[in-house]
């Protein structure tokens, strides 16, 4: 099960793009990359998913190198309400994407 | 457009008491899945079922059961609570077979504290 890494905070003021990096060294060739959000007392929501190069959706971007090896969650412009964990996955295509396991997350704090 | 219902929100049980965790969705998704989140945590996978009848253990299943006898339920039950179960639990479901990189639909969560 490919294992990721993701900084455990991050802090920023309103209106900055926000980066987030996760590392995830051994993926597997089959492997999607999928980012969600949790706002406390929440479930965690879909955010956005890629497989190579870059993705973008009406709520973020996500950028994966050629080696695929880390991909970065880009929100753009963050306000308030983007104060959220973010957790990053990599499926697990060895085991046919059944046991999908989330790890300690990103806690992002925008500062007003 | 209901989604993922979990029920109850909120439930306070006595160490050795029982109860079921409810769960279900509107979707016709094959796949899903528990989970639980202790303060400050990411989430763990408890049990998660690939179809109607078939159920398997994830990361933390001691203490908990499964069944799935319908596609839309997928019901947790703790036999005989313990305060270390104290957690909120969290269901989700997504379509599975050849949308195995599909992403997970999240239940609102089960507030659960044992005394």
């Known amino acids: 099960l490919a294992k990721t890494t993701q900084p455990i905070s991050m802090d920023s003021y309103e209106g900055q793009e926000v980066n987030i990096t996760c590392s995830h060294n051994?993926?597997?060739?089959?492997?999607?990359i999928t980012w969600y959000q949790q706002f406390p007392s929440q479930g965690p929501r879909f955010i956005i998913q890629g497989y190579k190069t870059k993705v973008t959706n009406e709520v973020a971007s996500l950028f994966i190198p050629a080696d695929r090896k880390s991909s970065t969650l880009s929100l753009p412009r963050v306000s308030l309400s983007d104060t959220a964990v973010y957790y990053c996955?990599?499926?697990?295509?060895?085991?046919?994407?059944?046991?999908?396991?989330f790890g300690t997350g990103t806690k992002l704090q925008v500062i007003p | 457009n209901a989604g993922v219902t979990q029920t109850p929100k909120f439930q306070v049980l006595k160490t050795g008491q029982s109860m079921t965790l409810q769960c279900a969705q509107d979707?016709?998704?094959?796949?899903m899945s528990w989970y639980r989140q202790d303060p400050g945590m990411g989430l763990r996978l408890i049990h998660y079922s690939v179809g109607a009848g078939i159920t398997d253990q994830g990361e933390v299943p001691n203490g908990y059961n499964v069944s799935r006898s319908t596609t839309e339920d997928f019901p947790l039950r703790l036999l005989s609570a313990a305060p270390s179960q104290t957690s909120v639990y969290f269901c989700?479901?997504?379509?599975?077979?050849?949308?195995?990189?599909?992403?997970?639909?999240f239940g609102n969560g089960t507030r659960l504290t044992v005394t």
């Open positions: 996955l990599v499926g697990d295509s060895s085991g046919g994407y059944q046991k999908v396991t």
């Open positions: 979707m016709n998704h094959e796949y």
């Open positions: 051994n993926i597997a060739t089959n492997d999607y």
């Open positions: 989700a479901s997504r379509p599975s077979g050849g949308a195995r990189n599909s992403p997970l639909h």
